[in-house]
Each structure stands twice: as structure tokens, then as C-alpha cells.
């Protein structure tokens, strides 16, 4: 099997759309991605991007701004999580250039990918964006959420396809 095309993943993500308890799955075709509204009112969205040429989708979701107060803490702590990759499946934040939002991503290989990992990704990645919005909205305390583990919920270890 070669890599799933643009297509494909639309074809997967219209199958699995009711077993994701999201409110709408949009296509967009000339941008070569999609819009998930993971809330009622759509103002909550999880973007998945095709990299052709790295042959993956790239998850994204926006987490928001920490409290200014914690800033430092946040940020280091967000570096410590993409240090800790290998943990977290793949997982890596940024920050936006215009808002300095904090942006969760997520590469799932385009290879052999099938609906049924699709879909897991997808929960798992929802699941994970709800613990970071959390934790950044709350502020993260100076050492993290607990110094002796990093690693602030397991949820975001489950990301792996």
C-alpha cells in the first residue's frame, strides 16, 4: 500500500465522522487540509495539514495564551515536552508569530495508514489538546505541574499511531 492521498484521508475522515464525537469535519481541497469542530459553536478547531513531501499529516490546535505571570514556567516547560517527544508519540508546540499562541502539533505517517488509526489519533489528539488548554489556562507553576514528572497527564503519551 502506498502513502493515503488527499482523498483518502477525506474518505476516512467521512466514514469515521460519526464515531468521533466532533460537530463537523470540513475539506478544504486547495489547501490540502481539514477542519475539525470539535465544539457546537465551531469555535473550538483541531486542523490537520498533508505534507506530501514528508509523506505525514501534521495535527494542529491552538491552546491558547498563558497567564503573563507564568510565561517563563510555561514556556519551559513546553520546550521540556519537545525534548520528550520520544514519550509523547511525536508531539511538538510553538508558538504563534501574531497572538503568541501556543500551538500543539502532532505528524501522523501517511504509509499504511488506515481509518481505525485515523480515528484513535484524532480522540487522542482532542483528548491531549483539553489536558495542555487546561494546564496553560491554569498557568503552570515554576518546576511544571510536578517536578519529579514532567509529563503532566498520561493522555498526552497516547498519541502514538
Known sequence: MSNASFDDVTAMLTSLGPDLDV???S???EERSWAIAIDDDGAEIIGIELDET???LVFNAH???PP???ELATYRFLLGLNAGWPETGGVWTGIGPDDHEIIVFVGLPL????ADVLGTVIKNFIAARGTLTALIAAGIGEDGPDADNPMPDPSLGYMRA
Open 54 to 56: 514528508d509523506g505525514r
Open 68 to 70: 503573563a505571570e507564568r
Open 63 to 65: 491552546l491558547g495564551v
Open 23 to 25: 460537530s463537523a469535519i
Open 27 to 29: 475539506a478544504l481541497s
Open 111 to 114: 504509509l499504511h495508514l488506515t
